[in-house]
């Protein structure tokens, strides 16, 4: 059975009968035209409100097409869904209908079953497409993943880039592989019963390659800025509609189980409904036959995107990434004091007990690092609410040198991590190479000429001071180049059978067998801290039948006794053979528990 979809776009192209229609929104243009690969021009009718439209047949599926400006500039579709060649050059007409879907009847997964696997397309495999990625899914199912998160594929700058400076945001990248590709690899995952999670970037748009200024400024609102460059006009109708559908149009014609929203603390607007409640409330109205799970990055630690209702389902956003817990076990197992870290280091397993417990670490108090208060109350929300990770591409391709991990922490010290990480309530995600102990490093890497590549090797050599002790200038020449070939190389990763994947495959097994049965019966207010010696600590979690799941952890290079909980089984200790009977905990050490009977 197979079957074809198409979300009808407001902007950009449809496939009509006699040809195509093509859209685009020029307020600052009295005129515009639509060119063909072999110079045909065909004048566009100009509409209210400033867009501009043509049907015509001058444009064969699979041809090129531009729009030319009234100066006789020629720019891409910002709506297309792919390109001929880069950025610059001629947008590709596509007929969305003419791929066959072979999972038509794919309705996903309960948000509950997540274990996500975040990966950047370029570097996972050495072809660097979406059908390179696919070649190693059965790899992935084996491990116990359910869900991969790609790292931004709008199309951007260059071949080589982390996709966050993305300029046409429904066009897949062409070296990746183009739409038809991305539709391939969507395909494979749902026939594997993996569920695909799309990173898209609202917030900004990259600097080479975005020519909405051109032909309208008024997307843009010159009255406040981002940290990357222009904040975006989400109150004006016509911006709005492009990330409404940009988010439908991943979800319904490309077949997305959900997404990713990046840096949402820089989506600003003053509607009466947000853009991004909007979004959510959209999707949720329009998509009612399958599985579908939006989570946000946010570094206020907001709660008011997470609504649910009394079977708890989310009403707009299902989770967060939770920075805190990333930052305070980094902290426990590396001892790095500098840039964000700075907020953790005064009692950094307390810290971490707290963010496994009640969701965030900071809920109103003080940030030394951001110099104000940060984030509200959140032991409210259910633990699923929660998306942790002991690293993600931020955190590891932040840093100077992409270091990974397992070049800054003792083995076993990551390998007790992990068992936090995929055995607590709250969702886990591992990044590409995580499940086996990756040692290459993930870099920044860019794919810039000209002054743009020279200002961003000087900015990224700037940048050190505030995240690492690499503020020296000396050093600071040190610092890959991120436009050197190289540079992306060293990021491509290679992976391998180790003791460490071995672990991730029995922790994943308890996960699915033993934690997210559960994890339907662990409500708000539900975590708790009962138990805390030095560097050790007890969690518990009650379910509602009165039992509770339980993680014991001594989090240090010294053993530590502590009570440990009285009627609960243990299913898992790392390392393997401790007895939870004597209350002596190893270094470096977790138990998990189960009580189905008795309270806690």
């Not at 990224?460 to 000396?474: I, K, L, Q, T």
Request: with cysteine.
């Amino acid at each position: 059975m197979t079957a074809r979809y198409a979300h009808s776009l407001p902007w950009g192209t449809e496939i009509v009968d006699g040809g195509a229609r093509f859209r685009l929104w020029a307020p600052a243009q009295s005129a515009v035209s639509l060119i063909a690969e072999t110079g045909a021009t065909t004048p566009m009718t100009k509409q209210d409100a400033g867009w501009f439209e043509t049907h015509t047949d001058a444009i064969p599926v699979g041809g090129g097409y531009q729009f030319v400006l009234t100066n006789g500039m020629r720019v891409p579709d910002p709506a297309a869904r792919a390109q001929m060649s880069d950025v610059h050059g001629f947008s590709r007409l596509v007929d969305p209908q003419a791929y066959a879907w072979q999972t038509p009847d794919w309705k996903g997964r309960p948000w509950q079953e997540a274990i996500i696997y975040e990966l950047h397309t370029g570097t996972y495999s050495r072809a660097g497409t979406f059908d390179g990625v696919a070649r190693d899914l059965d790899r992935l199912v084996d491990t116990g993943v359910t869900a991969i998160e790609l790292l931004p594929v709008a199309q951007f700058g260059g071949n080589r880039g982390w996709g966050y400076d993305g300029v046409l945001l429904y066009a897949p990248h062409t070296a990746y592989g183009g739409p038809e590709g991305l539709k391939r690899l969507v395909d494979a995952c749902h026939e594997r019963g993996l569920m695909v999670l799309m990173d898209v970037v609202y917030n900004h748009f990259g600097p080479d390659g975005n020519y909405l200024s051109q032909y309208a400024p008024d997307f843009f609102d010159p009255k406040r800025s981002t940290p990357w460059g222009a904040a975006i006009a989400f109150e004006r109708t016509p911006v709005r509609e492009f990330f409404i559908h940009n988010a439908l149009y991943w979800l319904e014609e490309v077949r997305c189980d959900g997404l990713r929203f990046d840096a949402v603390d820089h989506i600003k607007d003053t509607a009466e409904e947000e853009v991004l409640a909007e979004i959510a409330r959209e999707i949720r109205e329009r998509i009612t036959d399958r599985h579908i799970h939006l989570t946000i990055e946010d570094d206020e630690n907001s709660i008011r995107l997470f609504q649910f209702d009394d079977t708890g389902s989310p009403h707009l956003y299902d989770a967060e990434w939770n920075d805190d817990w990333h930052h305070a076990i980094h902290v426990i197992l590396t001892g790095e004091e500098t840039g964000y870290y700075r907020d953790h280091i005064d009692d950094p397993v307390g810290r971490l007990a707290r963010t496994m417990a009640e969701g965030y670490d900071y809920q109103g108090e003080k940030s030394a690092f951001r110099d104000k208060a940060r984030g509200k109350p959140s032991a409210h929300l259910p633990p699923t609410v929660f998306i942790n990770f002991i690293q993600n591409h931020d955190q590891t391709g932040n840093r100077a040198h992409g270091d990974r991990l397992v070049s800054l922490a003792p083995a076993e010290a990551v390998d007790a991590a992990l068992t936090l990480l995929l055995l607590a309530p709250h969702i886990p995600m591992l990044f590409m190479g995580d499940e086996y102990g990756e040692t290459r490093p993930f870099q920044f890497f860019t794919d810039f000429t000209g002054d743009l590549a020279k200002a961003v090797v000087k900015g990224r050599r700037s940048d050190f001071g505030s995240h690492e002790s690499y503020a020296n200038a000396a050093r600071g020449k040190e610092i890959p180049d991120p436009n050197d070939l190289a540079t992306f190389e060293r990021s491509i990763i290679e992976p391998a059978a180790t003791p460490r994947f071995d672990l991730v495959k029995r922790l994943l097994a308890a996960r699915r067998e033993t934690v997210i049965p559960h994890l339907s019966s662990i409500g708000g207010h539900a975590g708790e801290v009962t138990a805390r010696q030095g560097a050790a600590f007890r969690v518990s979690w009650n379910l509602d039948d009165n039992g509770a799941l339980v993680l014991t952890a001594n989090l240090s290079d010294t053993p530590v006794t502590i009570s440990l909980n009285a009627g609960g089984t243990p299913f898992f200790t790392t390392p393997a053979g401790i007895d939870p009977g004597t209350g002596a905990m190893p270094p470096w050490s977790v138990v998990a528990s189960l009580s189905l009977q008795e309270p806690r």
